[in-house]
């Protein structure tokens, strides 16, 4: 069975405010990794 990786970035309580989200989700797509971004990946809808 082949590995799925993935990047989960959240954006929320200031933090899309002060990284570059831009350049951050770069890095994981550069490698061919799946990269997703929430504003909220602590809430219900975020988890899921």
Same mark, same amino acid.
Not at 2 to 8: E, P
Not at 13 to 38: F, K, S
């Given at each position: 069975?082949?590995?799925? &990786?993935?990047? &989960? #970035?959240?954006?929320?309580?200031? #933090?899309?405010?002060?990284?570059?989200?831009e350049a951050l989700?770069?890095?994981?797509?550069?490698?061919?990794?799946?990269?997703?971004?929430?504003?909220?990946?602590?809430?219900?809808?975020?988890?899921?």
């Amino acid at each position: 069975m082949d590995k799925k &990786y993935g990047v &989960y #970035i959240c954006t929320g309580c200031g #933090i899309g405010d002060t990284l570059d989200m831009e350049a951050l989700v770069d890095v994981p797509d550069e490698e061919g990794v799946n990269c997703t971004t929430h504003p909220f990946l602590c809430s219900k809808e975020g988890v899921n």
